[in-house]
Nanobody, 122 residues
Framework: VQLQASGGGLVQVGGSLRLSCAAS????????VGWFRRAPGKEREYVAD????????YYADFVKGRFAISRDNAKNTVFLQLSSLRPEDTAVYYC????????????????WGQGTQVTVSS
């Protein structure tokens, strides 16, 4: 499966963005999908993930209540809605897919998108 992440941009503190992870080549509903981010000078960190069948969503503690992950199977796309953005949310956001299960570790995911830049200005 090929993944294309998009939707990033420049936004002010408190603003919102919706990131998209569009798949081609395979049906994304059969994959667990995770979002990760890498801020300048930092390691890649887990943000959220959504399971295949039940579409159960999980989040890192630092984004609970601000971000929401969802699927649109008709569009073969997973979304990450970012709200109440803070300067520390500035990072390149990556989506990734796993045919087995999702989780917080990057090693669980076999397929990665190229990343989309989110910049939050204060």
């Amino acid at each position: 499966v090929q993944l294309q992440a998009s939707g990033g941009g420049l936004v002010q503190v408190g603003g919102s963005l919706r990131l998209s992870c569009a798949a081609s080549g395979r049906t994304l509903s059969t994959y667990a999908v995770g979002w990760f981010r890498r801020a300048p000078g930092k390691e890649r960190e887990y943000v959220a993930d959504i399971s295949q069948i039940s579409s159960r969503a999980y989040y890192a503690d630092f984004v609970k209540g601000r971000f929401a992950i969802s699927r649109d199977n008709a569009k073969n796309t997973v979304f990450l809605q970012l709200s109440s953005l803070r300067p520390e949310d500035t990072a390149v956001y990556y989506c990734a897919a796993s045919p087995l299960r999702s989780g917080t570790h990057t090693s669980l995911y076999d397929y990665w998108g190229q990343g989309t830049q989110v910049t939050v200005s204060s």
